[in-house]
């Protein structure tokens, strides 16, 4: 256990679970209580480390990578315990998160190497793909009247763009966005997360097959990409190509569904605001950002201190652990005018949603497209819609995430467009 700082004022000392469900209810309000009494407190909890909450803290953790490193690498040669980002205590079992979880050269690289795949060209060359896509899952359900907006549209979708930006087969996409998601949404005891813990070596191997066909025969997709790649003079290994794929994945199966759904459900809960999406839709680009920066999806993420530094007056050491709330400094009122409300034409909006410094996630652009394309979908097919119960089931097994596992909806019927099956 890491001893506490000396010379900490005694409200800079909290004892905190960050894991509790009455945190996770309520994680803006304990936020901002902590930014209040103590903007980077050091919490003994979980053997101790420091806790940031503060725009200003967060984001100078953030731009310096050096100092606060995001690698996972346990008993390193340097003689710093490498805690990686998965968040404080770190969850038996979890590898090193692909392009998360590592640093320096080899992380700039590969990184670069991506690039090209979530530009803004990109994408654009990605989106009238999505639009078929949430066309036609919008078709399956429209004359119903009802649906899950999550099981039905918000998940589905997102996994589909991933298997067709990864190259994997199409029938695969409930496999992994279940799995995903499930191992986020539940606590490690559930029975959801445990099935799908119980799954991932099986899928694992079922992606390095995938992987050895690629390698044998190229095509034009981020896998063929991926094992084509040499990094500081050599290829990847096995472990750090899963390792990647499986980062990549992730990230395009989960947090843009957990996006487009709280988005939904704050539209559905505030009829006004969804009322001036649709008579402005020219505020898309702004809302999205906004929505981004009240929901923070990763919401709380750890780094690892590599030296001695000063943040916000207190001395962090070489080793120390800390954890920092995305979700409290997009909350902070020094840095944001009515920090809790939804302002849909917020401007400027400089939110951390997608991180900052070299690590600022590699798929923004695509996120923002993605919101648009799904919400968009919904407001002008069924602008009606209603939830049919407001007790909707948050992520409670992950601090570190937010989503909504299921949002049944009702609405007025309508009609087919016509669209064939896209994928």
């Known amino acids: 256990m890491s001893a506490t700082p000396a010379d900490l004022p005694p409200e800079c000392v909290i004892d905190l679970d960050h894991h509790s469900a009455d945190f996770n209810r309520n994680e803006i309000e304990a936020t901002a209580e902590l930014?209040?009494?103590?903007?980077?407190?050091?919490n003994t909890r979980y053997d101790g480390f420091w806790f940031a909450t503060s725009y200003s803290a967060v984001a100078q953790i953030a731009k310096d990578g050096d100092t606060f490193a995001h690698k996972y690498e346990r008993n390193a040669p340097d003689g710093i315990d490498y805690y990686g980002e998965g968040g404080i205590p770190r969850q038996d079992g979890i590898p090193a998160l692909g392009i998360g979880e590592v640093d320096g050269p080899y992380h700039l690289e590969l990184r670069r190497s991506l690039n090209p795949f979530f530009s803004p060209q990109a994408v654009d060359r990605l989106r009238p793909f999505a639009e078929q896509?949430?066309?036609?899952?919008?078709?399956?359900?429209?004359a119903d009247g009802e649906m899950d907006i999550v099981l039905d549209l918000a998940s589905p979708v997102p996994a589909i763009l991933t298997m067709k930006m990864m190259g994997l087969p199409y029938d695969d996409w409930e496999i992994w966005s279940d799995l995903f998601h499930f191992l986020i949404a539940y606590p490690e005891d559930h029975e959801e997360s445990q099935r799908a813990a119980a799954l991932?070596?099986?899928?694992?191997?079922?992606?390095?097959?995938f992987a050895a066909e690629r390698r044998a025969a190229p095509r034009d997709d981020v896998t063929s990409h991926i094992l084509q790649l040499e990094l500081e003079g050599k290829p990847l290994d096995d472990l750090?190509?899963?390792?990647?794929?499986m980062n990549l994945i992730g990230g395009g199966v989960d947090t843009t569904t957990s996006l487009t759904s709280w988005t939904l459900l704050h539209l559905a809960q505030q009829p006004e605001l969804r009322q001036q999406l649709i008579d402005h839709p020219e505020l898309y680009p702004t809302a999205a950002d906004e929505f981004l920066r009240y929901t923070s999806v990763n919401q709380l993420l750890s780094r690892t201190v590599t030296r001695d530094v000063e943040l916000d007056g207190h001395q962090l050491k070489r080793n120390d652990r800390v954890l920092i709330s995305w979700l409290g400094a997009n909350h902070d009122e020094g840095e944001f005018d009515r920090p809790d409300e939804l302002v849909l034409d917020r401007s400027p909006n400089r939110h951390?949603?997608?991180g900052l410094g070299p690590h600022r996630c590699i798929g923004s652009h695509l996120?923002?497209?993605?919101?648009?394309?799904?919400?968009?979908?919904v407001l002008e097919r069924m602008p009606d819609y209603e939830l049919k119960s407001d007790d909707v089931q948050a992520?409670?097994?992950n601090?570190?995430?937010t989503g909504i596992v299921s949002m049944p909806v009702t609405f007025t019927p309508g009609q087919p467009s016509g669209v064939p099956r896209p994928f």
Do not use: H, T
């Not at 896509?133 to 429209?142: E, G, N, S």
């Not at 991932?200 to 097959?209: Q, V, W």
């Not at 996120?367 to 979908?377: D, K, Q, S």
């Open 399 to 401: 601090p570190s995430m």
């Open 133 to 142: 896509c949430v066309a036609w899952f919008l078709d399956q359900k429209i």
């Open 35 to 42: 930014r209040r009494q103590c903007p980077v407190a050091w």
């Open 200 to 209: 991932m070596p099986e899928m694992a191997g079922k992606l390095m097959a």
């Open 240 to 245: 750090q190509v899963l390792n990647v794929l």
């Open 352 to 354: 951390l949603a997608f």
């Open 395 to 397: 992520y409670m097994g």
């Open 367 to 377: 996120a923002r497209a993605m919101f648009e394309v799904i919400v968009r979908g």
